[in-house]
């Protein structure tokens, strides 16, 4: 199993910590944020692929801002698999 760690940016949230298996999400740890909406969005992702992740969170905005919870997951996962 291996662990990545991703300092989001434009969001709330101030880290976000991944556990991943051969590719499979295995726990999603938010530091900050609403607390509420990002234990919801670790608990979805849990057994969810890495690509099929991206695919789904990749461009969602929190309100005016160009970005959200969601989308840093999808840009931490973009990152995870260019061995950032």
């Known amino acids: 199993m291996e662990h990545y760690a991703y300092t989001p940016s434009g969001v709330c949230s101030r880290k976000i910590d991944f556990d991943i298996e051969n590719g499979v999400i295995r726990k999603v ?39 959200s919870c969601p989308d840093q997951v999808a840009r931490a996962l973009k990152a995870y698999k260019a061995g950032a």
Do not use: Y
Request: hydrophobic share 35%.
């Open 29 to 67: 740890t938010f530091t900050g944020g609403c607390s509420g909406n990002t234990q919801g969005v670790a608990a979805l992702l849990v057994g969810m692929t890495v690509d099929e992740a991206i695919a789904r969170l990749d461009g969602i905005h929190c309100g005016p801002r160009p970005t």
